[in-house]
């Protein structure tokens, strides 16, 4: 089915740990997003990227890196990750024009808890 | 600068109607609205265009109001299924390609 795939869809780390967060998009859609979802809260941007070659920085983008692999793929890794870091990460993607008005497509998820 | 949604939750029997609101301080380009349901990812209902247009899908609709920056989402004869929760998502005239979103409303709509 097309969409947003994101891996894994659980994870637990320790306090200091890296990872990565892997997103895949098959709809050909230029923009994609990371957001983290914390209990009973909103939707928080952390790192965007319009267009392929190009990332810029969300509302929370400390303690995080992106990577636009390539147009389907965009990563997100924690370095060092810390307890304020558990949440639900989702991967959006969209190809918002004018006169296609389809908004965001998100991925399931990935639930993280540090510990 | 997040949107405000207004109110934070609703509770509906069925049959009833409900409306949601949306404001921002800054000048918006679009405003999207999405549904998500427990343990979900959300779901694109609706996107609004500067211009002040109104939208619709099936009893759910929408306005934008440009002068006041304010976007209001309107459910109409409620059914169980619209319960979850409601963002709106902004995107700025100043920083376009990303949408912030607002803090959600809950609603539960009973029988």
């Known amino acids: 089915n097309a969409g947003v795939t994101q891996t894994p869809k659980f994870q637990v780390l320790k306090t200091g740990q890296s990872m990565t967060l892997q997103c895949a998009q098959d709809?050909?859609?230029?923009?994609m997003y990371w957001y983290r979802q914390d209990p009973g809260m909103g939707l928080r941007l952390i790192y965007y990227s319009a267009s392929e070659g190009t990332t810029d920085k969300g509302e929370v983008p400390n303690g995080y890196n992106v990577s636009r692999l390539n147009k389907r793929e965009f990563s997100l890794r924690l370095e060092s990750a810390a307890p304020s870091q558990t949440s639900v990460y989702f991967c959006?993607?969209?190809?918002?024009?004018?006169?296609?008005?389809?908004?965001?497509?998100f991925g399931s998820g990935t639930r993280l808890t540090v510990v | 600068q997040q949107p405000v949604q207004s109110p934070q939750a609703v509770i509906l029997r069925e049959g009833e109607d409900a409306v949601i609101n949306c404001s921002s301080s800054?000048?918006?380009?679009?405003v999207h609205w999405y549904r998500q349901k427990h343990g979900e990812a959300p779901v694109f209902l609706m996107i609004l265009l500067k211009g002040g247009e109104q939208k619709g899908h099936e009893k759910i609709s929408a306005s934008f109001n440009e002068k006041k920056q304010q976007s209001s989402l309107y459910l109409t004869a409620s059914q169980l299924s619209y319960s979850g929760t409601y963002f709106c998502?902004?995107?700025?005239?100043?920083?376009?390609?990303?949408?912030?979103f607002g803090s959600g409303t809950r609603l539960l709509v009973r029988p």
């Open positions: 998502g902004t995107e700025r005239m100043d920083s376009s390609y990303k949408l912030i």
């Open positions: 800054k000048a918006l380009y679009s």
């Open positions: 709809m050909n859609h230029n923009s």
């Open positions: 959006a993607s969209s190809e918002i024009q004018a006169w296609n008005a389809d908004g965001y497509t």
